[in-house]
């Protein structure tokens, strides 16, 4: 025990020896302690003050600090002001005790040194803190994109862009659609409303996210990739997002920009905006929505937005501004530009601006105006078809709004041979057709308003200002003054040595210069539509390089002999000059390959038009004093492809003319009138031609027959039955589109014309024909050698017309098995008074391919539909009729009509009649409808019902069509069924 007690005694010992020993430390080493706590705390000070460098510098580039920096800042500058306040202490103390340690002051001592040992861990632990961010404070964060700034634009004003709007989020709500495409004139407003979806949808739950990118003509990939890679890893982990993929110009790999697309990541949406409709149809958008240009209102609107107050409180700027918005046309690009632009100039300014807008090649108007005309150019410049590219410009020739028909673009462009490798003019004719169709969905063309009658097309004002300075700046310039109201056109000499195109058609020019001018370059001149104009001499001879000269309507009276050296012309158009008769000048131009001729005075196609054997088009129409046409000029023309000949003026020689045109190997078109059947020769052969309009009988000016098209017009007074064989031939073996106009012998079609083919024909138009009462008549069903028919009648028959009728009664008298309507498309039934009812039931059933129904103005017609039937039984059939194909319905100016379909049995809810692809319903002026008709009519997707220019909106179920009907019919003021 002794022995235990005396080492716990001696350990006791020790360790109060060493704690002493550490005490007495202090009191020995406080300098050097002191120091080194004040030497970790400069060290400190240094790394604090690094620190607030980078944050300061981050702070101005904008980057977000990293977590606990702004702490450690805070807890460094704690213990510094501690330690400088512990320093400042320590520094005192010495002054007031000189030699301390001498003084016996170890208290003093013993206290700070101890107070330093003990500071200076923690200031080396917030100095290994620092360490972190003595090299980086912060996280880079990336510059707001377009999402971040856009601002709202209020868009409700508008109502084209809302509506465009609106049918997008539409697309976006529906999970059946992954790509949508946006597309339309470029400044046309796609961009705005791309972001005006992000903006809409970041406000709702519709996508998790929303990421945008910017594609442009030279596509980054790394660029695009970088900005959209957060939103490729969202999607990756199921999250809902948007992309918008802006400004595309060409089919984008979605693979090689990393986007999880297609039916494995339905919770990935596209939108993409482009100038092409076709760039949308390769980026296999299932949803396609265009942007138009604004309407006059809306641009104004959108106009003062840009402008502000000063629209409204300045009474003389108002009516300069409404004629610049209208000289924008629409365009939001150039509206905001010229708004931009004019806002704060006087009103001389803006007078300027205007006569600059109008002047259609603004080059010295606004640097912000210019270039919205400048990105408009980029949709020229990034056309691939050097075809486009040609049909653009030569669009820019004809005037401002006007009506631009594809054939002339078709000669002007062969005429310039300006299509590559070309083999014919039907080629040409598809290039150009192509052409127009990759314009209009480029949004550089549009659609024109008589396209129904010949095809045709439109160039907007503003896009053809674009195409003005395009022509204007190019080596080869255009000058353009066409339907500029000129009345004469006087250039100097030197004036127009660098043009190769001029244009000034559809003015009020006397005649050309009588003078020389030099016009080394010029290879198109379009002077046609200039009444009362005159060609000299001199001018002529000056333009030896032209290659396109159309100088139709102007009605010159003679061709000066100075045309003899337009060598190198290949196109010529003297058409509509009546005081025109002596051509034989032109048997010079031995390069020509299109001649129009229509409607000139001349009397006969003389002997020199012989000589023109590299003609490929001949059109020779409506010239009503034609009499002769020399012997063997047609077939000497041996590389013909087109010929137009109106024959029926002729006194004699129409066989034999014929007989030569049949040995024209490469023809396959033909326009040809004659007066009756029996001056068309029994060889006669349409097997060769891949296209033709032939006439019989009197001319009826028709249009719109398009050039790759069969049609065959029979317009004699009086029918022969039975007629020539050739034209049994011509119907079976061609099948053409069939017109039968004003015959006055003719009661029916089958069976009188069932032994000439006319079963076979697809395509059947009737107009004027005073004695038909029937389409199908009572009587024996034999054909004209007495041979009982077994087929039914109109099995083939997919388009139908009759106008004009005044005898129709019924569609057909027999019994409804020998009638087959099955493949018919469109039935057009207009002005047929004494028509009562069309269709019975059991022909309805077969209406499985009818589209459209167009009946209008047949005062005697009270239903479309009736369950009567001659042979039928009607009590039986009427319970199930189908209309699959049926899309449109249009009933105008039937003023008997009581219901589209009227039921002979008792009980009318047992009809059950389903239209699934009908969308559109139009009723006009039929004041006596009471009711659709009896029973159930199931219309799901009837988008659309009219009555009498009503928008009537369609209630949803199996009778939607029928109550909208009895809706509709109330301000008629009828009581219905």
Same mark, same amino acid.
């Not at 300061?56 to 990293?66: A, E, F, M, Q, V």
């Not at 078809?385 to 078709?410: G, R, T, W």
């Not at 490469?666 to 006439?695: C, H, M, R, W």
């Not at 009509?897 to 139009?922: M, R, W």
């Given at each position: 025990?002794?022995?235990?007690?005396?080492?716990?005694?001696?350990?006791?010992?020790?360790?109060?020896?060493?704690?002493?020993?550490?005490?007495?430390?202090?009191?020995?080493?406080?300098?050097?302690?002191?120091?080194? !706590?004040?030497?970790?705390?400069?060290?400190?000070?240094?790394?604090?003050?690094? =620190?607030?460098?980078?944050?300061?510098?981050?702070?101005?580039?904008?980057?977000?600090?990293?977590?606990? =920096?702004?702490?450690?800042?805070?807890?460094?500058?704690?213990?510094?002001?501690?330690?400088?306040?512990?320093?400042?202490?320590?520094?005192?103390?010495?002054?007031?005790?000189?030699?301390?340690?001498?003084?016996?002051?170890?208290?003093?001592?013993?206290?700070?040194?101890?107070?330093?040992?003990?500071?200076?861990?923690?200031?080396?632990?917030?100095?290994?803190?620092?360490?972190?961010?003595?090299?980086c404070v912060s996280v880079e964060t990336p510059a707001p994109g377009?999402?971040?700034?856009?601002?709202?634009?209020?868009?409700?004003?508008?109502?084209?862009?809302?509506?465009?709007?609106?049918?997008?989020?539409?697309?976006?709500?529906?999970?059946?659609?992954?790509?949508?495409?946006?597309?339309?004139? &470029?400044?046309?407003?796609?961009?705005?409303?791309?972001?005006?979806?992000?903006?809409?949808?970041?406000?709702?739950?519709?996508?998790?996210?929303?990421? !945008?990118?910017?594609?442009? +003509?030279?596509?980054?990939?790394?660029?695009?990739?970088?900005?959209?890679?957060?939103?490729?890893?969202?999607?990756?982990?199921?999250?809902?997002?948007?992309?918008?993929?802006?400004?595309?110009?060409?089919?984008?790999?979605?693979?090689?920009?990393?986007?999880?697309?297609?039916?494995?990541?339905?919770?990935?949406?596209?939108?993409?905006?482009?100038?092409?409709?076709?760039?949308?149809?390769?980026?296999?958008?299932?949803?396609?929505?265009?942007?138009?240009?604004?309407?006059?209102?809306?641009?104004?609107?959108? !106009?003062?937005?840009?402008?502000?107050?000063?629209?409204?409180?300045?009474? *003389?700027?108002?009516?300069?501004?409404?004629?610049?918005?209208?000289?924008?046309?629409?365009?939001?690009?150039?509206?905001?530009?010229?708004?931009?632009?004019?806002?704060?100039?006087?009103?001389?300014?803006? $007078?300027?601006?205007?006569?600059?807008?109008?002047?259609?090649?603004?080059?010295?108007?606004?640097?912000?105006?210019?270039?919205?005309?400048?990105?408009?150019?980029?949709?020229?410049?990034?056309?691939?078809?050097?075809?486009?590219?040609?049909?653009?410009?030569?669009?820019?020739?004809?005037?401002?709004?006007?009506?631009?028909?594809?054939?002339?673009? =078709?000669?002007? &462009?062969?005429?310039?041979?300006?299509?590559?490798?070309?083999?014919?003019?039907?080629?040409?004719?598809?290039?150009?057709?192509?052409?127009?169709?990759?314009?209009?969905?480029?949004?550089?063309?549009?659609?024109?308003?008589?396209?129904?009658?010949?095809?045709?097309?439109?160039?907007?004002?503003?896009?053809?200002?674009?195409?003005?300075?395009?022509?204007?700046?190019?080596?080869?310039?255009?000058?353009?003054?066409?339907?500029?109201?000129?009345?004469?056109? %006087?250039?100097?000499?030197?004036?127009?040595?660098?043009?190769?195109?001029?244009?000034?058609?559809? $003015?009020?020019?006397?005649?050309?210069?009588?003078?020389?001018? $030099?016009?080394?370059?010029?290879?198109?001149?379009?002077?046609?539509?200039?009444?009362?104009?005159?060609?000299?001499?001199?001018?002529?001879?000056?333009?030896?390089?032209?290659?396109?000269? #159309?100088?139709?309507?102007?009605?010159?009276?003679?061709?000066?002999?100075?045309?003899?050296?337009?060598?190198?012309?290949?196109?010529?158009?003297?058409?509509? #000059?009546?005081?025109?008769?002596?051509?034989?000048?032109?048997?010079?131009?031995?390069?020509?390959?299109?001649?129009? %001729?229509?409607?000139?005075?001349?009397?006969?196609?003389?002997?020199?038009?012989? +000589?023109?054997?590299?003609?490929?088009?001949?059109?020779? *129409?409506?010239?009503?004093?034609?009499?002769?046409?020399?012997?063997?000029?047609?077939?000497?023309?041996?590389?013909?492809?087109?010929?137009?000949?109106?024959?029926?003026?002729?006194? +004699?020689?129409?066989?034999?003319?014929?007989?030569?045109?049949?040995?024209?190997?490469?023809?396959?078109?033909?326009?040809?009138?004659?007066?009756?059947?029996?001056?068309?020769?029994?060889?006669?052969?349409?097997?060769?031609?891949?296209?033709?309009?032939?006439?019989?009988?009197?001319?009826?000016?028709?249009?719109?027959?398009?050039?790759?098209?069969?049609?065959?017009?029979?317009?004699?007074?009086?029918?022969?039955?039975?007629?020539?064989?050739?034209?049994?031939?011509?119907?079976?073996?061609?099948?053409?589109?069939?017109?039968?106009?004003?015959?006055?012998?003719?009661?029916?079609?089958?069976?009188?014309?069932?032994?000439? &083919?006319?079963?076979?024909?697809?395509?059947?138009?009737?107009?004027?024909?005073?004695?038909?009462?029937?389409?199908?008549?009572?009587?024996?069903?034999? *054909?004209?050698?007495?041979?009982?028919?077994?087929?039914?009648?109109?099995?083939?028959?997919?388009?139908?017309?009759?106008?004009?009728?005044?005898?129709?009664? /019924?569609?057909?008298?027999?019994?409804?098995?020998?009638?087959?309507?099955?493949?018919?498309?469109?039935?057009?039934?207009?002005?047929?008074?004494?028509?009562?009812?069309?269709?019975?039931?059991?022909?309805? +059933?077969?209406? /499985?391919?009818?589209?459209?129904?167009?009946?209008?103005?047949?005062?005697? %017609?009270?239903?479309?539909?009736?369950?009567g039937g001659r042979g039928g039984r009607a009590d039986e059939s009427?319970?199930?009729?189908?209309?699959?194909?049926?899309?449109?319905?249009?009933?105008?100016?039937?003023?008997?009509?009581?219901?589209?379909?009227?039921?002979?049995?008792?009980?009318?809810?047992? $009809?059950?009649?389903?239209?699934?692809? %009908?969308?559109?319903?139009?009723?006009?002026?039929?004041?006596?409808?009471?009711?659709? &008709?009896?029973?159930?009519?199931?219309?799901?997707?009837?988008?659309?019902?009219? /009555?009498?220019?009503?928008?009537?909106?369609?209630?949803?179920?199996?009778?939607?069509?029928?109550?909208?009907?009895?809706?509709?019919?109330?301000?008629?003021?009828?009581?219905?069924?």
């Amino acid at each position: 025990m002794a022995e235990m007690g005396s080492a716990v005694a001696g350990k006791v010992v020790d360790s109060l020896f060493d704690v002493a020993k550490k005490e007495i430390g202090y009191m020995w080493n406080c300098e050097e302690n002191v120091e080194k !706590f004040k030497h970790e705390a400069d060290k400190l000070k240094v790394m604090r003050g690094g =620190v607030l460098e980078l944050i300061d510098i981050s702070i101005r580039k904008g980057d977000l600090l990293k977590y606990g =920096v702004e702490d450690w800042v805070k807890e460094a500058d704690t213990v510094i002001s501690k330690a400088n306040e512990f320093l400042q202490q320590e520094a005192d103390s010495k002054k007031t005790c000189c030699k301390i340690g001498l003084c016996g002051n170890w208290k003093t001592l013993h206290r700070y040194s101890k107070s330093a040992t003990k500071m200076v861990p923690s200031i080396l632990h917030l100095q290994e803190r620092g360490n972190t961010f003595e090299s980086c404070v912060s996280v880079e964060t990336p510059a707001p994109g377009p999402l971040d700034v856009y601002q709202d634009k209020h868009l409700d004003d508008l109502h084209t862009h809302n509506s465009a709007l609106e049918d997008i989020i539409k697309s976006l709500e529906d999970d059946s659609i992954q790509i949508i495409g946006i597309y339309g004139l &470029g400044g046309v407003g796609k961009t705005t409303l791309a972001m005006e979806v992000a903006a809409r949808v970041k406000k709702t739950n519709l996508f998790a996210g929303v990421a !945008f990118t910017t594609v442009s +003509q030279k596509v980054d990939v790394g660029k695009i990739q970088k900005d959209i890679r957060e939103a490729t890893k969202r999607i990756m982990k199921r999250d809902k997002i948007l992309i918008i993929l802006d400004d595309v110009w060409e089919k984008l790999n979605l693979e090689e920009l990393c986007i999880p697309c297609g039916g494995n990541y339905m919770n990935c949406k596209i939108l993409l905006t482009s100038r092409s409709e076709k760039v949308c149809q390769k980026m296999n958008a299932q949803s396609k929505i265009c942007v138009n240009l604004l309407p006059t209102e809306e641009a104004w609107i959108f !106009f003062k937005y840009v402008i502000g107050e000063r629209l409204e409180t300045d009474a *003389n700027l108002r009516p300069v501004a409404l004629k610049v918005v209208e000289g924008c046309g629409g365009l939001p690009l150039l509206i905001q530009a010229v708004g931009n632009a004019l806002k704060d100039e006087s009103i001389e300014s803006w $007078n300027w601006a205007l006569t600059q807008l109008q002047k259609h090649a603004p080059s010295n108007i606004d640097e912000e105006i210019r270039k919205s005309f400048t990105h408009l150019k980029l949709s020229y410049d990034y056309l691939k078809s050097e075809d486009a590219k040609l049909c653009f410009l030569l669009c820019s020739m004809f005037p401002e709004d006007c009506d631009i028909v594809l054939e002339d673009l =078709v000669f002007y &462009g062969v005429g310039l041979d300006g299509f590559d490798d070309l083999d014919s003019i039907a080629d040409a004719r598809g290039r150009v057709q192509n052409a127009v169709t990759i314009l209009k969905s480029s949004g550089l063309l549009l659609n024109s308003e008589w396209e129904i009658w010949a095809s045709s097309t439109k160039m907007h004002d503003v896009v053809r200002d674009v195409a003005l300075l395009i022509v204007s700046e190019d080596n080869d310039k255009f000058l353009v003054k066409a339907g500029q109201s000129l009345t004469q056109w %006087l250039p100097r000499d030197t004036d127009l040595e660098s043009y190769k195109g001029i244009s000034l058609m559809c $003015n009020e020019i006397s005649k050309l210069p009588d003078y020389k001018v $030099n016009v080394p370059l010029l290879e198109i001149f379009l002077v046609n539509n200039n009444w009362g104009m005159s060609i000299s001499d001199k001018f002529i001879r000056c333009m030896k390089k032209v290659k396109v000269f #159309n100088i139709s309507v102007t009605n010159i009276s003679s061709l000066p002999q100075s045309f003899q050296v337009l060598t190198k012309l290949r196109m010529l158009n003297l058409s509509r #000059n009546e005081s025109l008769r002596e051509i034989s000048v032109l048997g010079e131009l031995k390069d020509l390959e299109i001649l129009i %001729l229509n409607g000139i005075g001349i009397t006969e196609i003389p002997n020199e038009i012989a +000589q023109l054997v590299n003609l490929r088009v001949l059109q020779v *129409n409506d010239c009503s004093d034609l009499s002769r046409i020399t012997v063997g000029v047609i077939s000497a023309l041996s590389r013909l492809e087109e010929l137009c000949v109106d024959l029926r003026w002729l006194s +004699q020689g129409v066989t034999r003319c014929i007989a030569e045109i049949m040995k024209l190997s490469k023809l396959t078109y033909l326009d040809l009138e004659v007066k009756s059947f029996d001056l068309i020769p029994k060889g006669f052969d349409s097997e060769n031609l891949k296209a033709f309009l032939i006439q019989i009988g009197d001319g009826h000016n028709l249009n719109g027959f398009s050039r790759s098209d069969r049609n065959l017009v029979i317009s004699t007074k009086y029918l022969v039955i039975p007629v020539l064989k050739w034209l049994k031939k011509l119907v079976e073996v061609s099948r053409p589109i069939t017109f039968l106009f004003e015959i006055e012998n003719l009661n029916n079609i089958m069976p009188d014309l069932y032994h000439i &083919g006319f079963n076979k024909l697809e395509h059947i138009q009737l107009v004027g024909c005073p004695n038909m009462s029937c389409l199908v008549d009572d009587g024996t069903r034999c *054909n004209g050698d007495n041979e009982k028919i077994e087929e039914k009648f109109f099995k083939e028959l997919k388009h139908l017309y009759m106008s004009c009728l005044d005898d129709l009664e /019924v569609l057909w008298k027999c019994q409804d098995k020998y009638i087959s309507l099955t493949n018919l498309v469109t039935l057009h039934i207009k002005y047929c008074d004494k028509l009562e009812r069309v269709f019975t039931v059991s022909i309805a +059933q077969g209406l /499985v391919n009818l589209k459209e129904l167009d009946i209008q103005f047949c005062k005697g %017609l009270e239903e479309v539909i009736w369950g009567g039937g001659r042979g039928g039984r009607a009590d039986e059939s009427e319970n199930a009729i189908v209309f699959p194909s049926l899309e449109m319905i249009y009933l105008g100016g039937l003023t008997s009509l009581v219901s589209f379909f009227k039921s002979t049995v008792g009980n009318d809810n047992c $009809n059950i009649i389903k239209y699934p692809s %009908l969308v559109e319903v139009e009723i006009d002026d039929c004041e006596s409808m009471k009711i659709w &008709g009896p029973g159930i009519h199931e219309t799901p997707n009837l988008k659309t019902l009219v /009555v009498d220019g009503d928008v009537t909106e369609v209630v949803d179920g199996p009778c939607s069509i029928n109550e909208a009907v009895e809706k509709s019919c109330q301000k008629w003021q009828v009581i219905t069924l």
